[in-house]
């Protein structure tokens, strides 16, 4: 029994816009992952772009023993670092002026050669006329010609280059070139350890999407996969990569450099939008309480950020340097708890895309706004979904109800999964026919449900078959 049930929290008073946040040198203890979770973090993010697979192996037992400890599924999310295009090593700063011809080259020798050295061989992907942002945009070029193994670009303006800062190529196709060694090795070791997520960078198409869940059955083991969004051709095919994923992440920061800065805002509103269409849980991440990193307040800015994702029916928030190297990364989480409860109880979510909303009627979408329409009319005080693999709860879950959702599954991974989902409490319970009538006794009994208070179950005939939805039942709890 989780802490929450032993107190009867009433089901209105939890948050249903869920938050991810990423373990890091702030937050690697049991300790700190425990707190996380006690103060609002409903998944774990592992960022494989950094840290190492040591600390990893103590990480993940360390997040599920948490999550056991205080009742409460947590989803461990692998963030694979994915072709992250960087300037080599060199010392010392290179200073640019506008209009100078830049070279690149593989692992080049600076010194010796003048040519910058890149930790990409970029010259077999970049075309003349195509863009070369460098150092998060701070420099901007575009390429004139490539030979020899060497990439030729004008600076647009002037600046300064440091090693090992990023580069961004926002007209360049990588033609399925987006999973790198690194990344296999890290499948690999992901596919040995308990992972629900692995989240997938640098996506270009739907292509892309469909390679890595090649990968991972390959590896014998079926993970929900997380784009993230954060090239201009992942932009212009969201539609089809939307529904090629299981969730899609919209990663603002290097989106902001790939794309116009003021293009993000807008992008970021399809993509909850397609999410809702296709009932795919999005995840809104980067900078959302940066300045929390070293200050212990966020700006109005930020809190309005919050607020925004979640007005606009967003599953997820994430933060990613707030908790893993910040100076307060505990209430960083305490404090997006706070905007987000605040602005669900005093902003009902209606995310309304005229060009996206409308979702393909399937069986399952058909029964989900049938419960929904029932849960309405008769003030159901909870809809308890019985679902084997989350299919049911994310139905109801994309339509954006109201009325609390509980989910109840014989397979914990399921509840794993179903914890970054919109406005989803899940419990693991055996197969049973009788699983939601056992799970609202229980609610019952801890004081969350009272007597008189309406419940709308939705199960199937089969319990423990996935699909098999077909019925729903009314009971008024005595």
């Known amino acids: 029994m989780g802490e929450q049930e032993k107190k009867g929290v009433s089901l209105h008073a939890y948050k249903r816009t869920k938050i991810i946040a990423t373990i890091g040198p702030a937050t690697n203890s049991y300790e700190a992952i425990k707190q996380l979770i006690e103060n609002g973090a409903n998944g774990l993010r592992l960022n494989f772009s950094h840290g190492t697979?040591?600390?990893?192996?103590?990480?993940?037992?360390?997040?599920?023993?948490?999550?056991?400890?205080?009742?409460?599924?947590?989803?461990?999310?692998?963030?694979?670092?994915?072709?992250?295009?960087?300037?080599?090593?060199?010392?010392?700063?290179?200073?640019?002026?506008?209009?100078?011809?830049l070279r690149f080259g593989y692992?080049?020798?600076?010194?010796?050669?003048?040519?910058?050295?890149?930790?990409?061989?970029?010259?077999?992907?970049?075309?003349?006329?195509?863009?070369?942002?460098?150092?998060?945009?701070?420099?901007?070029?575009?390429?004139?010609?490539?030979?020899?193994?060497?990439?030729?670009?004008?600076?647009?303006?002037?600046?300064?280059?440091?090693?090992?800062?990023?580069?961004?190529?926002?007209?360049?196709?990588?033609?399925?070139?987006?999973?790198?060694?690194?990344?296999?090795?890290?499948?690999?070791?992901?596919?040995?350890?308990?992972?629900?997520?692995?989240?997938?960078?640098?996506?270009?198409?739907?292509?892309d999407v469909e390679q890595m869940r090649r990968l991972t059955k390959n590896l014998g083991v079926e993970r929900r996969l997380i784009t993230k969004v954060e090239t201009q051709l992942a932009v212009e095919n969201i539609e089809t990569i939307v529904q090629a994923s299981d969730a899609v992440m919209v990663a603002r920061g290097d989106l902001a450099v790939e794309t116009l800065p003021e293009s993000v805002p807008i992008v970021q509103r399809?993509?909850?939008?397609?999410?809702?269409?296709?009932?795919?849980?999005?995840?809104v991440a980067t900078q959302m309480l940066a300045s929390m990193t070293e200050m212990p307040e966020p700006t109005?800015?930020?809190?309005?950020?919050?607020?925004?994702?979640?007005?606009?029916?967003?599953?997820?928030?994430?933060?990613?340097?707030?908790?893993?190297?910040?100076?307060?990364?505990?209430?960083?989480?305490?404090?997006?708890?706070?905007?987000?409860?605040?602005?669900?109880?005093?902003?009902?979510v209606k995310a309304v895309f005229p060009s996206t909303a409308?979702?393909?009627?399937?069986?399952?979408?058909?029964?989900?706004?049938?419960?929904?329409?029932?849960?309405?009319?008769?003030?159901?005080?909870?809809?308890?979904?019985?679902?084997?693999?989350?299919?049911?709860?994310?139905?109801?879950?994309?339509?954006?109800?109201?009325?609390?959702?509980?989910?109840?599954?014989?397979e914990p991974r399921t509840a794993q999964h179903l914890a970054i989902v919109y406005g989803i409490k899940s419990y693991v319970r055996p197969v049973s026919r009788e699983a939601a009538v056992r799970l609202t006794d229980f609610l019952r009994e801890s004081g969350v449900l009272k007597k008189g208070d309406i419940v709308v179950t939705a199960s199937g005939q089969h319990p423990g078959v996935v699909g098999t939805t077909d019925t729903i039942k009314v009971r008024q709890l005595e």
């Open 53 to 101: 697979n040591a600390e990893r192996d103590q990480q993940i037992p360390w997040i599920r023993k948490a999550s056991k400890e205080l009742g409460k599924p947590v989803a461990i999310i692998q963030d694979l670092q994915g072709p992250k295009i960087r300037l080599g090593d060199f010392d010392d700063i290179i200073r640019v002026q506008t209009g100078q011809t």
């Open 358 to 410: 409308e979702r393909v009627m399937s069986r399952q979408l058909a029964i989900s706004r049938g419960i929904i329409s029932l849960a309405d009319s008769i003030k159901a005080t909870a809809i308890v979904a019985e679902t084997k693999s989350g299919a049911t709860a994310l139905n109801i879950a994309a339509e954006r109800p109201e009325i609390p959702l509980i989910a109840v599954t014989d």
């Open 270 to 283: 399809q993509i909850i939008g397609l999410g809702l269409k296709y009932g795919k849980p999005t995840i």
């Open 107 to 207: 692992k080049a020798d600076w010194v010796g050669t003048g040519i910058i050295p890149t930790q990409y061989d970029l010259s077999t992907k970049l075309k003349r006329g195509e863009r070369l942002y460098l150092y998060d945009g701070k420099v901007r070029c575009t390429v004139t010609s490539v030979k020899d193994g060497v990439v030729y670009a004008e600076a647009m303006n002037a600046g300064i280059l440091i090693q090992r800062k990023g580069m961004n190529l926002p007209d360049t196709d990588f033609g399925g070139d987006v999973i790198t060694e690194k990344d296999k090795a890290d499948l690999a070791y992901g596919s040995q350890h308990d992972i629900d997520y692995v989240a997938m960078s640098f996506v270009q198409s739907a292509r």
């Open 300 to 348: 109005r800015a930020e809190v309005s950020d919050v607020a925004t994702a979640v007005l606009v029916g967003a599953d997820c928030v994430m933060l990613s340097d707030e908790t893993a190297m910040g100076q307060y990364p505990i209430e960083a989480v305490s404090i997006m708890k706070r905007v987000i409860r605040y602005t669900e109880g005093h902003t009902p």
